[in-house]
């Protein structure tokens, strides 16, 4: 069935890139998705890239995608206190569904 | 403004009781899910309607039920049958494959 994983912890310090990883097992998906959470609220979308790109960037955030490999990675430069929060990747599936990753906490510390 | 309303934002249920929770969306999107979040576990899907009068079971269906009457509202009932059901709830809804809105969330939690 369909699986997106990623590593539950990050920390960096402020001004460094962060880099969060995720893996997917649905060939098939045509979009895939970077979501921000605060804390006690909703998702909101980062970014997100179709199937048929390999990178795409968007301010301080790199998107790469390893179709091969089903691997996506989310590049924050200069990433700041404000960035600190949970990052969910998402694919969509079969059906339209939208299947998310565990998510991701980024800790960012002076 | 447009938009994916959730309500309440708090709600406690009783052992042994039904309770639902609100999802209404003026976005005029065709599909609206529901996810479940607990620590260290992300959003496990639990229903998904793609139209009116439609609806799928996600991953962690059992002991939940949902409505599609209209195209605004997707309300979730969780039932007595859900054995662990403190958790955050969160709605969604989108078109097509496009970006998916999310509600505020609703804080459950059996007392």
């Known amino acids: 069935g369909e699986d997106v994983e990623q590593s539950l912890f990050l920390s960096v310090r402020e001004g460094d890139s962060s880099v969060i990883n995720c893996t997917y097992t649905?060939?098939?998906?045509?979009?895939l998705y970077w979501y921000k959470q605060e804390p006690g609220a909703g998702l909101q979308l980062l970014t997100y890239?179709?199937?048929?790109?390999d990178m795409k960037q968007d301010q301080r955030l790199t998107v790469l995608l390893n179709k091969k490999d089903k691997h996506l990675s989310l590049r924050i430069a200069d990433t700041q206190t404000g960035d600190s929060a949970i990052y969910f990747c998402?694919?969509?599936?079969?059906?339209?569904?939208?299947?998310f990753g565990a998510g991701t906490r980024l800790a960012v510390h002076p | 403004d447009g938009g994916i309303t959730q309500s309440p934002k708090y709600l406690f249920r009783k052992e042994g009781q039904n309770v639902t929770l609100s999802c209404e969306q003026n976005?005029?999107?065709?599909?609206m899910y529901w996810y479940r979040q607990d620590p260290g576990q992300g959003l496990r899907l639990i229903y998904y309607?793609?139209?009116?009068?439609?609806?799928q079971k996600g991953d962690i269906a059992e002991g939940y039920s949902v409505s599609r009457e209209k195209k605004e509202s997707f309300p979730l009932t969780v039932t007595s049958a859900q054995k662990n059901p403190t958790a955050f709830y969160l709605c969604?809804?989108?078109?097509?494959?496009?970006?998916?809105?999310f509600g505020q969330g609703t804080r459950l939690t059996v007392v």
């Open positions: 969604a809804s989108r078109q097509g494959g496009a970006e998916a809105f």
């Open positions: 649905d060939s098939s998906s045509t979009y």
């Open positions: 890239i179709f199937s048929n790109m």
């Open positions: 998402a694919e969509n599936s079969g059906y339209n569904k939208l299947i």
């Open positions: 976005l005029n999107h065709d599909a």
């Open positions: 309607s793609q139209i009116v009068n439609d609806f």
